[in-house]
Protein backbone atom coordinates (compact mmCIF):
# COMPACT_ATOMS: atom_id res chain seq x y z
CA UNK A 1 0.00 0.00 0.00
CA UNK A 2 1.43 3.39 -0.96
CA UNK A 3 1.84 6.21 1.30
CA UNK A 4 -1.39 8.31 -0.09
CA UNK A 5 -3.28 5.43 -0.08
CA UNK A 6 -2.44 4.40 3.28
CA UNK A 7 -3.10 8.03 4.61
CA UNK A 8 -6.67 7.95 2.44
CA UNK A 9 -7.93 4.76 4.31
CA UNK A 10 -7.00 6.20 7.66
CA UNK A 11 -9.34 9.29 7.22
CA UNK A 12 -12.28 7.18 5.80
CA UNK A 13 -11.87 4.71 8.62
CA UNK A 14 -11.55 7.81 11.34
CA UNK A 15 -14.18 9.65 10.17
CA UNK A 16 -16.47 6.49 9.94
CA UNK A 17 -16.05 6.06 13.59
CA UNK A 18 -15.97 9.18 14.69
CA UNK A 19 -19.26 9.95 12.81
CA UNK A 20 -20.67 6.12 14.59
CA UNK A 21 -19.76 8.10 18.00
CA UNK A 22 -22.50 10.84 17.04
CA UNK A 23 -25.44 8.18 16.10
CA UNK A 24 -26.77 8.61 19.42
CA UNK A 25 -26.56 12.60 19.78
CA UNK A 26 -25.62 14.72 16.71
CA UNK A 27 -23.20 17.54 17.24
CA UNK A 28 -23.60 20.64 15.79
CA UNK A 29 -21.81 20.23 13.39
CA UNK A 30 -19.93 17.38 11.17
CA UNK A 31 -17.09 19.32 10.44
CA UNK A 32 -13.54 17.88 11.30
CA UNK A 33 -10.93 19.28 13.50
CA UNK A 34 -7.59 16.84 13.98
CA UNK A 35 -4.44 17.20 15.86
CA UNK A 36 -1.96 17.44 14.05
CA UNK A 37 1.00 17.43 16.34
CA UNK A 38 3.06 14.63 18.44
CA UNK A 39 2.44 16.29 21.42
CA UNK A 40 1.46 19.48 22.75
CA UNK A 41 -1.48 20.94 24.70
CA UNK A 42 -5.80 20.87 23.68
CA UNK A 43 -6.09 24.63 24.27
CA UNK A 44 -3.08 25.26 21.67
CA UNK A 45 -4.92 26.22 18.88
CA UNK A 46 -1.11 25.75 16.55
CA UNK A 47 -1.62 22.22 17.60
CA UNK A 48 -5.15 21.55 15.34
CA UNK A 49 -5.59 21.11 12.03
CA UNK A 50 -8.42 23.97 11.40
CA UNK A 51 -5.90 26.31 13.48
CA UNK A 52 -8.35 26.42 16.65
CA UNK A 53 -9.63 24.89 19.74
CA UNK A 54 -12.37 22.13 19.14
CA UNK A 55 -15.57 23.72 19.71
CA UNK A 56 -19.29 22.62 18.72
CA UNK A 57 -18.80 24.51 15.48
CA UNK A 58 -16.55 21.35 14.60
CA UNK A 59 -18.67 18.54 16.35
CA UNK A 60 -15.80 15.77 15.05
CA UNK A 61 -12.28 15.66 16.91
CA UNK A 62 -10.22 13.24 15.52
CA UNK A 63 -6.87 12.29 17.45
CA UNK A 64 -4.58 10.00 15.58
CA UNK A 65 -0.62 10.73 17.01
CA UNK A 66 0.98 12.13 19.99
CA UNK A 67 0.33 13.04 23.16
CA UNK A 68 -2.81 15.39 23.87
CA UNK A 69 -2.63 16.85 27.69
CA UNK A 70 -5.74 18.68 28.61
CA UNK A 71 -5.06 21.15 31.49
CA UNK A 72 -7.72 23.30 31.27
CA UNK A 73 -11.77 22.53 31.17
CA UNK A 74 -13.42 21.31 28.16
CA UNK A 75 -17.18 21.61 27.66
CA UNK A 76 -18.05 21.05 24.57
CA UNK A 77 -20.82 19.79 21.68
CA UNK A 78 -18.11 17.73 20.38
CA UNK A 79 -17.23 13.95 19.53
CA UNK A 80 -14.03 12.73 20.29
CA UNK A 81 -12.25 9.52 19.13
CA UNK A 82 -8.74 8.29 19.91
CA UNK A 83 -7.89 7.03 17.21
CA UNK A 84 -4.59 5.22 15.22
CA UNK A 85 -4.11 3.04 12.43
CA UNK A 86 -1.26 1.59 12.37
CA UNK A 87 2.10 0.57 14.32
CA UNK A 88 2.40 2.78 17.58
CA UNK A 89 0.05 4.88 20.02
CA UNK A 90 -1.78 7.61 20.59
CA UNK A 91 -2.71 9.11 24.44
CA UNK A 92 -5.30 12.10 26.01
CA UNK A 93 -4.24 12.95 28.74
CA UNK A 94 -6.99 14.58 31.17
CA UNK A 95 -5.53 16.47 34.08
CA UNK A 96 -9.30 19.05 34.48
CA UNK A 97 -13.33 18.73 33.39
CA UNK A 98 -13.91 17.01 30.06
CA UNK A 99 -17.52 17.40 28.85
CA UNK A 100 -18.32 16.06 25.24
CA UNK A 101 -20.86 14.13 23.44
CA UNK A 102 -19.61 11.07 22.90
CA UNK A 103 -15.87 10.13 23.53
CA UNK A 104 -14.02 6.59 22.33
CA UNK A 105 -10.84 4.97 21.45
CA UNK A 106 -10.69 3.28 18.61
CA UNK A 107 -7.20 1.57 17.76
CA UNK A 108 -6.67 -0.18 14.31
CA UNK A 109 -4.64 -2.76 13.92
CA UNK A 110 -1.34 -3.61 15.67
CA UNK A 111 -2.13 -0.05 17.54
CA UNK A 112 -2.98 1.17 20.75
CA UNK A 113 -4.92 4.31 22.20
CA UNK A 114 -4.85 5.56 25.40
CA UNK A 115 -6.84 8.15 27.77
CA UNK A 116 -5.23 8.63 31.01
CA UNK A 117 -7.21 10.46 33.46
CA UNK A 118 -5.45 12.21 36.48
CA UNK A 119 -7.90 14.73 37.71
CA UNK A 120 -11.39 16.31 36.85
CA UNK A 121 -14.85 14.98 36.12
CA UNK A 122 -14.78 13.54 32.78
CA UNK A 123 -18.48 12.91 31.38
CA UNK A 124 -19.80 11.20 27.83
CA UNK A 125 -22.66 10.01 26.56
CA UNK A 126 -21.46 6.96 24.95
CA UNK A 127 -17.65 5.99 26.10
CA UNK A 128 -16.32 3.61 23.58
CA UNK A 129 -13.08 1.35 24.34
CA UNK A 130 -11.75 -0.85 21.54
CA UNK A 131 -15.29 -1.13 20.29
CA UNK A 132 -14.70 -0.51 16.34
CA UNK A 133 -16.88 -1.45 13.44
CA UNK A 134 -16.80 -4.82 13.18
CA UNK A 135 -15.12 -5.57 9.86
CA UNK A 136 -12.16 -3.32 11.27
CA UNK A 137 -8.99 -5.48 13.03
CA UNK A 138 -9.10 -3.51 15.86
CA UNK A 139 -6.12 -2.82 18.15
CA UNK A 140 -6.11 -2.44 22.09
CA UNK A 141 -7.57 0.60 24.35
CA UNK A 142 -7.17 1.63 27.44
CA UNK A 143 -8.82 4.18 29.99
CA UNK A 144 -6.87 4.92 32.88
CA UNK A 145 -8.78 6.80 36.33
CA UNK A 146 -5.55 7.60 38.23
CA UNK A 147 -7.66 10.74 40.40
CA UNK A 148 -11.09 12.28 39.27
CA UNK A 149 -14.22 10.93 38.71
CA UNK A 150 -15.77 9.17 35.22
CA UNK A 151 -19.18 9.80 34.42
CA UNK A 152 -20.91 7.87 31.21
CA UNK A 153 -24.61 7.31 30.78
CA UNK A 154 -23.32 4.20 28.24
CA UNK A 155 -20.16 2.05 28.39
CA UNK A 156 -19.01 -0.18 25.42
CA UNK A 157 -15.75 -1.55 26.20
CA UNK A 158 -13.78 -4.62 24.48
CA UNK A 159 -16.51 -5.66 22.33
CA UNK A 160 -14.10 -6.33 18.95
CA UNK A 161 -11.02 -5.27 20.34
CA UNK A 162 -8.74 -5.40 23.60
CA UNK A 163 -10.38 -2.59 25.61
CA UNK A 164 -9.42 -2.19 29.50
CA UNK A 165 -10.64 0.11 31.90
CA UNK A 166 -8.73 0.45 35.20
CA UNK A 167 -9.68 2.32 38.01
CA UNK A 168 -7.08 3.49 40.92
CA UNK A 169 -8.13 5.69 44.25
CA UNK A 170 -11.09 4.95 46.39
CA UNK A 171 -14.82 5.74 46.38
CA UNK A 172 -17.19 5.79 43.56
CA UNK A 173 -14.37 7.09 41.31
CA UNK A 174 -16.66 5.56 37.60
CA UNK A 175 -20.29 5.51 37.19
CA UNK A 176 -21.38 4.16 33.91
CA UNK A 177 -25.18 4.35 33.42
CA UNK A 178 -27.82 2.93 31.18
CA UNK A 179 -26.86 0.42 29.44
CA UNK A 180 -23.64 -1.20 29.17
CA UNK A 181 -21.85 -3.68 26.63
CA UNK A 182 -18.75 -5.71 28.83
CA UNK A 183 -17.53 -7.81 25.48
CA UNK A 184 -15.24 -11.00 25.10
CA UNK A 185 -12.06 -9.05 24.87
CA UNK A 186 -12.69 -6.86 28.18
CA UNK A 187 -10.68 -6.09 31.54
CA UNK A 188 -12.06 -4.44 34.50
CA UNK A 189 -8.80 -3.74 36.17
CA UNK A 190 -8.95 -2.27 39.79
CA UNK A 191 -5.89 -1.39 42.63
CA UNK A 192 -6.64 -1.69 45.97
CA UNK A 193 -4.07 0.23 48.40
CA UNK A 194 -3.91 1.23 52.15
CA UNK A 195 -6.67 3.93 51.39
CA UNK A 196 -9.00 1.30 50.01
CA UNK A 197 -10.54 0.16 45.98
CA UNK A 198 -12.01 2.12 43.41
CA UNK A 199 -16.30 1.26 42.71
CA UNK A 200 -17.59 1.11 39.82
CA UNK A 201 -21.33 1.91 39.72
CA UNK A 202 -22.77 -0.21 36.89
CA UNK A 203 -26.40 0.46 35.82
CA UNK A 204 -27.76 -1.95 33.30
CA UNK A 205 -25.12 -4.44 31.26
CA UNK A 206 -24.84 -6.72 28.83
CA UNK A 207 -21.53 -8.86 30.38
CA UNK A 208 -20.52 -11.03 27.68
CA UNK A 209 -18.46 -14.55 27.84
CA UNK A 210 -14.17 -13.97 27.91
CA UNK A 211 -14.62 -10.91 29.92
CA UNK A 212 -11.98 -10.34 32.93
CA UNK A 213 -12.25 -8.95 35.88
CA UNK A 214 -8.61 -8.52 37.88
CA UNK A 215 -8.52 -7.31 41.03
CA UNK A 216 -4.76 -6.28 42.03
CA UNK A 217 -4.54 -6.72 45.75
CA UNK A 218 -1.92 -4.41 48.08
CA UNK A 219 -0.47 -5.96 50.86
CA UNK A 220 -1.71 -2.78 52.94
CA UNK A 221 -5.20 -3.40 52.21
CA UNK A 222 -6.97 -3.48 55.26
CA UNK A 223 -9.48 -6.28 56.45
CA UNK A 224 -12.61 -6.03 55.34
CA UNK A 225 -15.55 -6.28 52.95
CA UNK A 226 -14.93 -4.44 50.24
CA UNK A 227 -17.46 -3.19 47.15
CA UNK A 228 -15.71 -3.56 43.73
CA UNK A 229 -19.07 -3.10 41.61
CA UNK A 230 -22.44 -1.97 42.36
CA UNK A 231 -25.04 -3.51 40.97
CA UNK A 232 -28.19 -5.09 41.80
CA UNK A 233 -27.13 -8.46 41.09
CA UNK A 234 -24.43 -10.89 41.62
CA UNK A 235 -21.83 -10.58 39.15
CA UNK A 236 -18.00 -12.40 40.01
CA UNK A 237 -19.92 -15.51 38.51
CA UNK A 238 -20.08 -13.95 34.74
CA UNK A 239 -16.30 -13.12 34.76
CA UNK A 240 -13.13 -15.00 34.43
CA UNK A 241 -11.58 -13.51 38.06
CA UNK A 242 -8.11 -12.73 38.13
CA UNK A 243 -7.02 -11.33 41.89
CA UNK A 244 -2.81 -10.54 41.93
CA UNK A 245 -0.91 -8.33 44.03
CA UNK A 246 1.64 -8.79 47.03
CA UNK A 247 -2.01 -9.31 49.19
CA UNK A 248 -3.83 -11.62 47.09
CA UNK A 249 -3.26 -14.87 49.26
CA UNK A 250 -5.24 -12.64 51.73
CA UNK A 251 -8.37 -12.02 49.01
CA UNK A 252 -11.39 -13.79 48.00
CA UNK A 253 -14.49 -12.42 45.62
CA UNK A 254 -17.73 -13.02 47.63
CA UNK A 255 -20.03 -14.91 44.81
CA UNK A 256 -23.85 -14.29 46.67
CA UNK A 257 -22.74 -10.76 47.04
CA UNK A 258 -24.79 -8.15 44.82
CA UNK A 259 -22.15 -6.46 42.04
CA UNK A 260 -18.83 -7.77 43.31
CA UNK A 261 -17.22 -7.44 46.84
CA UNK A 262 -13.61 -8.45 47.62
CA UNK A 263 -13.57 -9.73 51.20
CA UNK A 264 -9.46 -9.30 52.68
CA UNK A 265 -8.46 -11.41 55.54
Not at 91 to 105: H, K, R
Not at 119 to 127: C, Q, Y
Not at 213 to 235: S, W
Amino acid sequence: MNTQTHIMKTLVLATSFVLSLALTSPAQSDALNSFTKKSGLWHDPSNWGTGSIPSSEAGRIIISQGVVSVEEPVLEDINVAIYRAGEGDCTLAINSDFQVINLGIAPWAASTGRIEQMGGTVTARLLMIAHNRPDMEAGEGEYSLEAGKLEAHNLHLGTTGRGVLSLKGTGPVASVGNESMIGPKSTLRFYGTKAGFPTLDLGLFNIQPGATLEIDCDATVKPGKHQIILAGEPLAGLFQLQITGSGAGRAKVLEKESGVVLEVK
